[in-house]
């Protein structure tokens, strides 16, 4: 940060935001306050995670029947303890748990959105110190203010959405989120314990030279995909071949692909007919934050945001990234 500049914290931001609608009451930048809270206190324990016995798999399985991790389930009991104690949060969605969590106090039964995360994304490079990080959604219930939440209000295509975006634990930490106003990324400053404004109205490339994708997987994608990936491979009269960078977190990709542009995709296969990340924890998160951030999004057909919702861990092929990248990638798979 350069000398004399104001800085400018995460509710500092929220609050200006807040102030350029007259109806506004506060609640979005209270629930984006508590999900930075949630997100230090992980964050602090990401970072001691060797000198403590809290990396390696948990010894259970979550709803989808991967293994977890132990920091997944402590970073998940974190994130819903601080939001149960919002007094803007009616309830949780959570990739970790079976069904979704209705806080029935009374606070919580007149609060006005709900919301949904994926706690520690990317948790299987936990071990070996690679970024990971916490994903989340926030809608607008469509139950009645004053009783307890049920499951229509999580089920909500992403042009609902209120708010959407992730955290980072990388080489710094940082909390990126967008609303229809835009997208903006904030460091966390250890310093004064602080997210500050770091990445101002951020806007994904209209192109970008990297692809990234578990490239091992090709032999089971359809043909028109494996033509696209042959594209990026190869040198033409266009272009010479892609970069290919791949992470294997979707929010360490997702980043890389807001900030230098890109396309990130996850795509059906032979065995996961219809894609293996949740629509609702990943997918519509991370797609509207590309949109409102001049990028694009697909399931192969159509926006991720116009997706109809009929489950909470619903799984969809999903395709993220640069506006012109995007596009030659649905013209070999459309």
Same mark, same amino acid.
């Given at each position: 940060?350069?000398?004399?500049?104001?800085?400018?914290?995460?509710?500092?931001?929220?609050?200006?935001?807040?102030?350029?609608?007259?109806?506004a009451?506060?609640?979005?930048?209270?629930?984006?306050?508590?999900?930075?809270?949630?997100?230090?206190?992980?964050?602090?324990?990401?970072?001691?995670?060797?000198?403590?016995?809290?990396i390696?798999?948990?010894?259970?399985?979550?709803?989808?029947?991967?293994?977890?991790?132990?920091?997944?389930?402590?970073?998940?009991?974190?994130?819903?303890?601080v939001?149960?104690?919002?007094? =803007?949060?009616a309830?949780?969605?959570? /990739?970790? #748990?079976? *069904?979704?969590? !209705?806080?029935?106090?009374? %606070?919580?039964?007149?609060?006005?959105?709900?919301?949904?995360?994926?706690?520690?994304?990317?948790?299987?490079?936990?071990?070996?110190?690679?970024?990971?990080?916490?994903?989340?959604?926030?809608?607008?219930?469509?139950s009645?203010?004053?009783?307890?939440?049920?499951?229509a209000?999580?089920?909500?295509?992403?042009?609902?959405?209120?708010?959407?975006?992730?955290?980072?634990?990388?080489?710094?930490?940082?909390?990126?989120?967008g609303?229809?106003?835009?997208?903006?990324?904030?460091?966390?400053?250890?310093?004064?314990?602080?997210?500050?404004?770091?990445?101002?109205?951020?806007?994904?490339?209209?192109?970008?030279?990297?692809?990234?994708?578990?490239?091992?997987?090709?032999?089971?994608?359809?043909?028109?995909?494996? =033509?696209y990936?042959?594209?990026?491979? /190869?040198? #033409?009269? *266009?272009?010479? !071949?892609?970069?290919?960078? %791949?992470?294997?977190?979707m929010?360490?990709?997702?980043?890389?692909?807001?900030?230098?542009?890109?396309?990130?995709?996850?795509?059906?296969?032979?065995?996961?007919?219809?894609?293996?990340?949740?629509?609702?924890?990943?997918?519509?998160?991370?797609?509207?934050?590309?949109?409102?951030?001049?990028?694009?999004?697909?399931?192969?057909?159509?926006?991720?945001?116009?997706?109809?919702?009929?489950?909470?861990?619903?799984?969809?092929?999903?395709?993220?990234?640069?506006?012109?990248?995007?596009?030659?990638?649905?013209?070999?798979?459309?």
């Amino acid at each position: 940060m350069k000398p004399g500049k104001k800085i400018i914290t995460l509710d500092e931001f929220t609050i200006e935001q807040t102030r350029l609608f007259s109806k506004a009451t506060g609640g979005l930048s209270t629930l984006l306050r508590d999900i930075g809270l949630a997100s230090k206190v992980i964050n602090e324990k990401v970072n001691k995670a060797g000198l403590v016995d809290i990396i390696g798999a948990q010894g259970t399985e979550n709803v989808q029947g991967e293994q977890q991790m132990k920091l997944d389930v402590y970073a998940d009991d974190i994130m819903i303890r601080v939001l149960k104690t919002s007094v =803007d949060c009616a309830g949780i969605a959570s /990739e970790e #748990n079976d *069904d979704f969590i !209705a806080y029935e106090d009374e %606070y919580s039964c007149n609060a006005k959105y709900v919301v949904l995360f994926d706690p520690l994304d990317g948790s299987s490079n936990i071990d070996v110190n690679a970024s990971i990080g916490t994903i989340f959604s926030i809608y607008r219930r469509v139950s009645p203010v004053g009783t307890p939440v049920v499951e229509a209000d999580f089920l909500q295509s992403g042009r609902k959405l209120m708010a959407a975006g992730y955290v980072i634990y990388g080489s710094s930490t940082m909390m990126v989120y967008g609303t229809k106003l835009g997208v903006n990324g904030f460091t966390l400053d250890s310093s004064i314990g602080e997210f500050c404004l770091s990445h101002k109205d951020m806007q994904v490339p209209k192109d970008g030279k990297i692809y990234s994708v578990n490239q091992g997987n090709t032999a089971k994608y359809e043909q028109g995909l494996k =033509d696209y990936l042959t594209y990026c491979m /190869e040198d #033409n009269e *266009d272009k010479k !071949a892609l970069t290919h960078r %791949y992470i294997g977190s979707m929010v360490a990709d997702m980043h890389r692909t807001l900030i230098k542009g890109g396309i990130f995709f996850y795509p059906a296969d032979r065995n996961n007919a219809t894609g293996k990340l949740r629509l609702q924890y990943e997918c519509n998160p991370m797609a509207f934050l590309a949109e409102m951030a001049g990028g694009k999004s697909s399931d192969g057909e159509k926006s991720i945001l116009d997706i109809e919702p009929t489950e909470l861990h619903q799984r969809v092929p999903v395709f993220i990234g640069s506006e012109n990248m995007m596009d030659k990638a649905l013209s070999f798979i459309s």
